[in-house]
Each structure stands twice: as C-alpha cells, then as structure tokens.
C-alpha cells in the first residue's frame, strides 16, 4: 500500500505540491546518452528534495519493515536524490549502509511520496544494486537504484546534471497539465494514468509473482481512487463533510498498516517468510484496498442526520459489538504466549476504533455521537463486522506461508 508511514514528519499537505524537474536535453543528454536503461527519468533539484523530504542522519526504524530489517540504518553523504520515471512515478532514493561482521553493506530505499519503501536494492563495489533484497523493480527503476548506491552524485552525473542537480545545460520540461491531488492510501493520478499491464502470462518464478502481485494492487488501487473522487464529487459542496472523508481515509490508512503488522507480526525479520513475503504483504493490501473500493462506492453522507436508531440498528449494533468482543478474546486466548502479536493486536485495536469512528462522523455527520443516530448505528454496526472478521482470520491455525502468522 501505498502512503502508509510517516515518520519522517512529512506533512501530507506536502504531498500534493508540484515539484519542478528537469528535462534532460541539449548538452546533458550526451553524459545521458551514455546509459540507455535511464532514458526518459528526470531528476528533482536536490534543495527541493531536501524541503520536501526532510532527512537525518540515519533512518528511523519506525518508517517500515525493510528499514526496520536493517536498522540501524545509516545515510552516507549526498544521500538523497529525487526521480520521476516516464510514467509519471516518483521516487526519492536514498543510499544508506548497515554494518556487520564484514564491515558495511550498501543500499538504495526507494521511497514513494507517501514515505512506503516500494524497493530496497543491495550491493557493492562492483554489483551496485544488482541485487533486489525488497520488491521486484522494473530495469529503469533497478538502474537509476544502481547508479544511486555508489552515490547519488554518480545518479546526477549519468542525468547530465552536477552535484547540487543545478541545469547544465538542460531544457526545462514541458508544462504538464493539472493534475488530482495525491489521496492517501491510493496511487497517484500519474500512476492511474498509465496503470501497469496484467501479466500476459501466468508468473512463473517468486520475483515474477511479487511483481504481479504488487501490480496488481496498483490496479486496484486506482479503482478505489475512482471511487474516492466520485463520494468526494458528491458531498463537494458541503466543506464539513469534504474534511471527514479526508480524515476518513486517513485513518483507514493507519488502520490497514496497523493491520498488516498484526497479520504479519515477524515482518521486522522479512527471512521469517520467505521470499514469497512481498507476495503475501501485496495480497493482504490489495484485498483491503478492493474492499475500500467497494466501500466508498457505497459511502454517502448521511441524508438524515437526525433520525434515531430504530430496534433493529440497535440490536444489529449490539450483535455485532458481542461478536467482536467474542473474536477479540478468542484470539487473545489462542495466541497469548505470542508477545509480539499481542502488542500489535492492541495498537490495530485502537486504528480500528480511530478508523471506526471516523467512520461514523462522516456517514453521520456528527462529530461525537454519530453512533446514537440511525446513519451512524448502522456504519458503526459495519466496521465492527469487518473487524470481527479480520480477528477470526487472525485466530486460524497457519495452512498456507500467506496466512496469518
């Protein structure tokens, strides 16, 4: 999924700001020329990477599990560099090192806009970046990730520009047209412009497969983009309602991260999984992210705000909170000698109750005790099924490498 930590205090207003890149052309395109495999990538200045993305010394452990993996995670000097692709996706790459017993081992994150490490390449003096340890990148991703390991001054000297990512020589590019703003927890509209292709046939190999898999949830994810800027079409003129589907989404991006950890609570150590994790991580995101999409086509602002919840909302809510509490003490009792996942359990337990009753304001429109009206009596009665269902899922004995853990 896309958009989901925030740890290194990028606001998500700083988002959807428009940053200004270079075209390479006239003189640079003959240092350019020199590698064919980065044909078409554009380079962000690096001062407004560095408003944007705003950098330590060394990565916080929080950000996900790949850093996590390898924490601690160090940056090396002239560390950052900004790339968008010809098809409109944005990275900011970044070359750290960990150390170990053989003394210290580079690599390149490739972080979306959203601060979601996407790729995580690994190499050395004479392979940089020949080794994918996290994702499957397409060949003009892994070769701008193979130039940015040694340094990404050595990325700005293949592009033509010099190390500050000031023009030598470059034409500016061409205006763009007016885009839609990034909307949390969904590709962005360059992504859905041109979403990748269905595998024409049938992946064979583990790396094949992940990146089918992690397509796939850009496919889907467009979908319940579509779906968002349809319900935010419909309640447009109401600027109350715009501001609870914004924090809506917000929290059902927290709650399906939050998620992701208790369904995998290993992932801090991806070599628990396999090599089929990424597989297995894009699988769970992409049935989240199908069901968003289903859910906020069917979303609507409550046309009735004041009407009270009848005997059968309330007893439908009732059913369904003993239910959850059912399932919730289940997996507590099955699971309990399992620390890891009990904490993750209890920081899912409470983005589900933020997403819930984010939830509850918009379809009631009401800020506190939208749930006492009928609107908000049967979205509240929603999110608990759901919930409910997750934690059965979290109780069943492990079949299959992409169960639950």
């Given amino acids: 999924m896309t958009n989901k930590r925030h740890a290194l205090a990028l606001s998500v207003a700083a988002l959807a700001v428009t940053v200004t890149t270079q075209s390479v052309a006239g003189a640079g395109a003959v240092k350019y020329a020199k590698n064919p495999a980065l044909n078409g ?12 993305y705003p950098i330590g010394d060394s990565l916080d452990p929080t950000v996900d599990a790949a850093v996590r993996a ?3 995670v160090s940056l090396n000097p002239d560390a950052v560099c900004g790339v968008r692709l010809p098809d409109g996706r944005q990275f900011i790459l970044i070359q750290a090192e960990t150390s170990n017993a053989e003394g210290s081992v580079p690599y390149v994150f490739a972080f979306d806009p959203g601060w979601t490490t996407k790729y995580l390449a690994q190499g050395d003096n004479s392979q940089a970046g020949a080794k994918a340890v996290y994702g499957n990148p397409d060949h003009v991703l892994r070769s701008a990730m193979a130039s940015a390991v040694q340094g990404c001054a050595n990325l700005r000297a293949e592009l033509g520009l010099d190390p500050n990512g000031t023009d030598t020589g470059v034409a500016p590019a061409a205006p763009q047209p007016a885009s839609t703003p990034d909307i949390l927890g969904v590709p962005t509209d360059a992504q859905c412009a041109h979403p990748p292709a269905p595998a024409s046939a049938q992946a064979q190999t583990q790396l094949a497969m992940n990146e089918d898999a992690g397509n796939r949830v850009i496919r889907d994810g467009c979908k319940a983009r579509t779906a968002y800027l349809a319900l935010q079409k419909r309640v447009g003129k109401d600027p109350a309602a715009t501001t609870r589907l914004r924090a809506m989404q917000e929290a059902w991006v927290a709650y399906v991260d939050a998620h992701e950890k208790e369904f995998y609570s290993h992932e801090d150590d991806p070599s628990y999984y396999g090599s089929m994790f990424p597989m297995c991580v894009d699988g769970l995101d992409d049935a989240e992210t199908v069901d968003r999409a289903k859910e906020l086509k069917t979303e609507k602002a409550c046309t009735a705000p004041d009407a009270a919840v009848s005997a059968t909302e309330e007893n439908a809510l009732k059913t369904a909170n003993a239910a959850l509490a059912t399932a919730r003490a289940n997996v507590r009792r099955l699971r309990a000698k399992e620390r890891g996942f009990l904490k993750a359990l209890e920081r899912a337990d409470a983005a589900w109750a933020k997403y819930g009753n984010a939830q509850v304001a918009f379809a009631s429109g009401r800020e506190t005790g939208g749930d006492q009206s009928s609107c908000g009596a049967r979205e509240r009665a929603r999110v608990t099924e759901a919930r409910t269902k997750a934690l059965i899922e979290l ?8 169960d639950a853990d």
């Fill in 395 to 402: 109780a069943k004995p492990k079949q299959d490498t992409c």
């Fill in 70 to 72: 390898l924490h601690p």
């Fill in 41 to 52: 990538i554009t380079m962000l200045p690096q001062a407004a990477v560095n408003q944007r």
